[in-house]
Nanobody
């Protein structure tokens, strides 16, 4: 069973930074795509960024382009989301996801982490 373990959430002031990490238990065809999403109460799950282990550069949602950076650590089967210039509207539960196909749609990902809370105070 594929497992994703997230870490790194917390409370930060506006303008600050946080780094989230997601470790996946296996790096195979069925986990080639790794994505980050977030969800606030009453809102749909929102795509943030995703990459493929097999290559290519990450793609970002407009809402985080230029502020968030996704990177991969192949040796540790980990993806890291560096979040800078955080805003109160970035407050949400952040989820890591894995699937066999790169997509911006949550339904296309088969495996999900437990979620980690990010709170940005004004």
């Amino acid at each position: 069973q594929v497992q994703l373990v997230e870490s790194g959430g917390g409370l930060v002031q506006a303008g600050g930074s946080l780094r989230l990490s997601c470790a996946v238990s296996e790096r195979t065809d069925r986990t080639d795509a790794m994505g980050w999403f977030r969800q606030s109460p009453g809102k749909e799950r929102e795509f943030l960024t995703a990459l493929r282990w097999t290559g290519g550069r990450p793609t970002y949602a407009d809402s985080v382009e230029g502020r968030f950076t996704l990177s991969r650590d192949n040796a540790k089967n980990t993806v890291n989301l560096q979040m800078n210039s955080l805003k109160p509207e970035d407050t949400a539960v952040y989820y890591c996801a894995a699937g066999d196909t790169w997509s911006t749609e949550p339904s296309h990902y088969d495996y999900w982490g437990q979620g980690t809370q990010v709170t940005v105070s004004s």
